[in-house]
């Protein structure tokens, strides 16, 4: 495999992003080094939030990988004159979940949020389509706390490669700042509602719509009570075009 480099990192209304052909390259040689690594999906209601929040938007600049998966990211850089591919990051856990089922060196993965059963229902069809991967565990996202005393020990003491983290926007991101000094090693990447696309609880926009850069209206029209949070999405769009020269 190939070296790759450093991502380079550009910034979205003073955020990083990094911007690079082959994430999965990248952290498939950090955790081969066992740097560990947090990723964070970008997308316009994260730099939204983070511009009122000092905290969260510390854990974004301390973040070892930023990938660029909203459209809203796409349309700012594209803006200034920077075209670049859009990154969901359902598609990189699928593509790092694919390659802990198939590399060598087979690293654990522990799949940690949603509703209860949905991790565990979304494991099983990863283990049934990769029968080598090396499943450490599942636990539902809405735990007490002496739940989550026994996820940490858990984690500890397992300590797996892969974390996947899925408890939505801030809440994964400001988790996986909390507790990755407990696995160190491991490549941990907050996965907002992916356990429920891969365990079939809800379905991702058609093709065609991801294609026409849609997938957010699609979204909409599943779960209308998202308006208000989408409310952002014009904010953004507004905000990165009277910005532009600045
Ligand atoms: N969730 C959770 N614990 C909570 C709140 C939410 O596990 O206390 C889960 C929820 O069940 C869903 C995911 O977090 O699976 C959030 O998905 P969403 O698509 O809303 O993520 P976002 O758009 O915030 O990235």
């Given amino acids: 495999m ?15 992003v990094h911007l690079f052909d082959d994430y999965v390259a ?11 690594a947090h990723v964070v999906t970008l997308n316009p209601e994260i730099i939204m939030q ?8 510390e854990i974004l600049e301390n973040a070892e990988l930023v990938i660029p998966d909203g459209v809203g990211i796409v349309f700012y850089l594209w803006l200034r004159r920077l075209q670049i591919q859009r990154c ?13 089922g198939t590399a060598p060196d087979n690293w654990s993965v522990f799949f940690f949020g949603a509703k209860p059963g949905v991790a565990a229902k979304a494991a099983e069809s990863w283990q049934q389509k990769f029968p080598n ?20 020990a858990t984690l500890t003491q397992l300590q797996p490669r892969l974390i996947l983290v899925g408890l939505g926007v ?3 991101e400001f988790w996986i700042a909390q507790h990755r000094h407990l696995c160190p090693e491991a490549i941990w990447i907050g996965v907002g509602g992916s356990f429920d696309i891969w365990a079939g609880t809800k379905v991702r926009a058609p093709l065609w719509l991801q294609k026409l850069q849609m997938e957010w209206a699609y979204r909409l029209y599943q779960e209308p009570w998202r308006w208000r949070r989408m409310l952002v999405l014009p904010k953004f769009a507004w905000k990165a075009i009277i910005t532009l020269g600045h």
Avoid: C, D
């Fill in 133 to 152: 991967l090396n499943l450490a565990g599942t636990e539902h996202g809405y735990i007490t706390p002496e739940g989550e005393e026994k996820l940490l």
């Fill in 50 to 57: 983070a511009q009122e929040n000092q905290s969260f938007a």
């Fill in 88 to 100: 969901p990051g359902i598609e990189l856990a699928q593509s790092m979940l694919e390659v802990a």
């Fill in 2 to 16: 190939p070296t790759p480099e450093m991502p380079t990192t550009s910034s979205v209304m003073g955020f990083p």
């Fill in 26 to 36: 990248w952290l498939r040689l950090r955790n081969q080094e066992k740097k560990g």
């Fill in 170 to 172: 801030p809440r994964q």
